[in-house]
């Protein structure tokens, strides 16, 4: 099992930034791939980022150069740096953990950009 609680949202101007935590417990060995989903209002869910076990890394369109994955040596903690902030950022972000078992949910933390 692994629990994620996120942290780190909130209400920024467009231009600025934000970093979101990820706080990983329970199996951290387990896991193979770490991500960052968002969904805004009326929309699904989308991959925002994710990073895999051996550290490679992969954004989408919309936010590369712009945001930053990464997480700390003890792999205990995921980030998710957020920068040039543009009002459709505004979304839930979520953290996502997945292991051979079956993929893990944080609850979600809002990020409102305003124009």
């Known amino acids: 099992q692994v629990q994620l609680v996120e942290s780190g949202g909130g209400l920024v101007q467009a231009g600025g930034s934000l970093r979101l935590s990820c706080a990983v417990s329970?199996?951290?060995?387990?896991?193979?791939?770490m991500g960052w989903y968002r969904q805004a209002p009326g929309k699904q869910r989308e991959l925002v980022a994710h990073?895999?076990?051996?550290?490679?890394?992969n954004y989408a369109s919309s936010v590369k150069g712009r945001f930053t994955i990464s997480r700390t040596h003890a792999k205990n903690t995921v980030y998710l740096q957020m920068n040039s902030l543009k009002p459709e950022d505004t979304a839930v972000y979520y953290c996502?953990?997945?292991?051979?078992?079956?993929?893990?949910w944080g609850q979600g933390t809002q990020v409102t950009v305003s124009s």
């Open positions: 996502k953990a997945m292991d051979v078992n079956g993929d893990y």
């Open positions: 329970g199996n951290i060995g387990s896991i193979n791939v």
């Open positions: 990073i895999s076990s051996m550290g490679t890394t």
